[in-house]
């Protein structure tokens, strides 16, 4: 039987992250993968959504290049046959990528499902092995809701509207998270009917309701529908292959048909068949229950990721991974601090934010002032045709950096600066007064600090 220090089962952010670390902290490492390596954000998410994603902006570009003084010689148009190949080879290059790193830092890779036998020992496939340490992080999948069955062809889970190989004329997308928001925004941009259909009373639950409202006037403005505060109550496909969309919303109840309903209502942990019944590990509301160093309650057993509580991206896996890995090798390392979590949503135009909405500052009774810019007067916005968009940053009581939140062009590549200030504690004055390369969408960050009147 083959003995590991430490054994990963799962090959996503958090598992590559976990096996990757604990190899180079010189233990014995195995990786177990019944997929594909990179897990779902690297195939099937994250990474393929935003090749499909740039090629909508390319598509975008050609449209408007006249805009830009730049003739185009016949009509541009989406081929979505090849849109979908270009994704796949991006994950595929990736894949192979990742298949590499785990190679040169001799991590060995058992393929197939695995299972917890008890006192260390895993079986993999047909084989048992053992380890003093195990691993999970199994990540998740797109939940199914009962009134909305997946058929895969008429009812798309995200796993299927990445690979479509034509595109439809119309499209229900229920739910309007990152995932929902993301694929209305491909889809209409390559001239599909969307209509977005939300549950809760904002677009974008989960971001600061200025951003939610400025992101509805967005998708509107590109002509996707969008109806919160609205219940799918039903979908059903008719004979002639037509999704038909029973709702309940503002007006009461209706009917809305499309050619593909994309469900995209949040993930299933992916913990079924691991044996953690019969170990004895502690599930809670579809989550592995873990201490502030991911230990679940069987002694050696330890869980990251969608699996476990806490918001379900790639980033904060990694994170949990590689905190976990230094806390069993005994290597000083700070707990995740879950105050700070960046998160982002690709759509047109971007999102990205960090910290406390205002809600939830108010919520909390935490005094707080805002700092807040416009794109509209930033040169560079102005240059590159984006101007649509801010930057608004929450204080507290002591000008500390509490809450960003970024709508506009490219704003996901500029929150690392506001992420690290809140983690840092800085204040308003010591972000206005670092001096930030101009022209740049990112002096947004120092004018809305310097907007922040010094107390």
Same mark, same amino acid.
């Given at each position: 039987m083959?003995?590991?220090? #430490?054994?990963v089962i799962g090959g996503g952010p958090g598992g590559m992250g976990a096996a990757l670390r604990a190899a180079e902290l010189g233990r014995k490492t195995a990786l177990v993968e019944r997929a594909e390596l990179g897990g779902v954000c690297l195939n099937w998410g994250c990474i393929p959504t935003k090749a499909l994603l740039k090629s909508a902006q390319?598509?975008?570009?050609?449209?408007?290049? *006249?805009?830009?003084?730049?003739?185009?010689?016949?009509?541009?148009?989406?081929?979505?046959?090849?849109?979908?190949?270009?994704?796949?080879?991006?994950?595929?290059?990736?894949?192979?990528?990742?298949?590499?790193?785990?190679?040169?830092?001799?991590?060995?890779?058992?393929?197939?499902e695995a299972r917890l036998a008890g006192e260390g020992r895993v079986i993999v496939a047909d084989e048992t092995v053992s380890a003093d340490h195990i691993i999970l992080a199994t990540g998740?999948?797109?939940?199914?809701?009962?009134?909305?069955?997946? *058929?895969?062809?008429?009812v798309l889970s995200s796993r299927d509207a990445l690979v479509l190989d034509e595109l439809p004329e119309s499209m229900v997308v229920v739910?309007?998270? %990152?995932?929902?928001?993301?694929?209305?925004?491909?889809?209409?941009?390559?001239?599909? &009917?969307?209509?977005?259909v939300e549950y809760l009373p904002q677009l974008m639950p989960l971001e600061d309701e200025e951003? @939610?409202?400025?992101?509805?006037?967005?998708f509107r403005k590109q002509r996707i529908a969008v109806m919160t505060s609205t219940t799918v109550k039903s979908v059903t496909v008719d004979g002639e292959g037509r999704c038909r969309v029973r709702i309940e919303g503002k007006k009461g109840e209706e009917e809305l048909t499309a050619d593909k309903v994309l469900s995209a209502v949040g993930i299933k942990s992916n913990i079924e068949g691991l044996g953690l019944e019969e170990l004895g590990v502690r599930v809670e509301r579809d989550k592995i229950a873990v201490d502030e160093h991911y230990r679940t309650n069987v002694?050696?057993?330890?869980?990251?990721?969608? #699996?476990?509580?806490?918001? @379900?991206? @790639?980033?904060?896996?990694?994170?949990? %991974?590689?905190?976990?890995?230094?806390? #069993?090798?005994?290597?000083?390392?700070?707990?995740? *601090?879950?105050?700070?979590?960046?998160s982002c949503v690709f759509t047109s135009p971007e999102v990205a934010s960090v910290g406390l909405t205002e809600r939830e500052a108010l919520t909390r009774e935490i005094p707080y002032t805002v700092g807040r810019y416009s794109f509209m007067a930033s040169g560079k916005a102005a240059a590159a045709g984006e101007r649509d968009g801010f930057v608004k940053l929450l204080f507290d009581a002591d000008r500390?950096? #509490?809450?960003?939140?970024?709508?506009?062009?490219?704003?996901?590549?500029?929150?690392?600066?506001?992420?690290?200030?809140? &983690?840092?504690? @800085?204040t308003a004055r010591q972000i206005a007064r670092t001096i930030h390369a101009h022209p740049t969408m990112n002096e947004g960050v120092m004018e809305a600090a310097a907007a922040v009147p010094e107390r």
């Open positions: 083959n003995h590991y220090d #430490i054994l390319v598509y975008h570009y050609c449209r408007t290049a *006249d805009a830009f003084g730049v003739t185009l010689g016949g009509e541009a148009k989406p081929d979505m046959a090849r849109i979908v190949a270009r994704s796949r080879g991006v994950s595929e290059t990736m894949r192979k990528g990742v298949g590499f790193l785990l190679e040169k830092n001799k991590v060995d890779v058992l393929r197939g998740a999948r797109p939940r199914e809701m009962p009134f909305m069955p997946i *058929d895969h062809e008429h739910g309007s998270g %990152a995932i929902g928001c993301e694929f209305a925004s491909f889809y209409a941009a390559l001239g599909v &009917r969307v209509t977005v951003v @939610a409202r400025t992101m509805e006037r967005a002694e050696g057993v330890y869980a990251v990721g969608d #699996i476990v509580p806490g918001p @379900a991206l @790639a980033h904060v896996a990694s994170a949990e %991974a590689l905190h976990c890995v230094e806390h #069993i090798c005994g290597v000083e390392s700070d707990p995740v *601090d879950y105050s700070v979590i960046p500390k950096l #509490i809450g960003a939140h970024l709508v506009g062009a490219s704003v996901t590549e500029m929150l690392a600066e506001p992420a690290l200030a809140c &983690r840092l504690g @800085a």
